[in-house]
């Protein structure tokens, strides 16, 4: 008789936002100040592409509805974007409060891309446990 190992929620919320948080500190500690422009415009087309290419990846060969799609979309698009208009924002932001302000920004914009993941991972193995129960 095997046992399955069930993860508490508690620890996959930790480990999601310790992973975000060590990787937004590792964007903000590692910053450069540059002297180009900033492109809002790049960083929303270049969103739009990872999304599109996620969702066509994620969908093929699996009959999903078209709501479905535009559904998984939309929530990939939103954490694409919120990544990459993070990272464009660094600038600006390391002109108006200095590295520690960036520090804290990224952050604090890992942290919630984090939570945001774990909340996601802990409705699949739940929809997969309510599946295995059928």
């Known amino acids: 008789m ?13 480990q999601y936002i310790l992973i975000g948080a060590a990787i937004g500190l590792y964007y903000g500690l590692f910053f450069r100040e540059t002297t180009r422009e900033l492109d809002f415009a790049m960083s929303i ?10 969702v066509v990846v994620r969908s093929w060969k699996k ?3 078209l709501n479905e799609i535009a559904i998984d979309f939309i929530k990939v698009l939103f954490f694409f974007l919120v990544i990459m208009l993070g990272l464009e924002m660094r600038n600006l ?18 942290t919630i891309l984090g939570f945001t ?9 739940n929809k997969k ?6």
């Open 117 to 125: 993941a774990s909340l996601k991972k802990i409705d699949r193995s």
């Open 93 to 110: 932001i390391f002109k108006t409060g200095g590295k520690t302000m960036v520090i804290v920004f990224t952050t604090v914009i890992g």
């Open 63 to 65: 009959n999903r509805k």
């Open 129 to 134: 446990a309510a599946l295995k129960k059928v």
């Open 45 to 54: 087309y270049l969103s739009i592409v990872a999304a599109l290419i996620t």
């Open 2 to 14: 095997s046992k399955e190992k069930k993860q508490q929620p508690y620890r996959v919320y930790t």
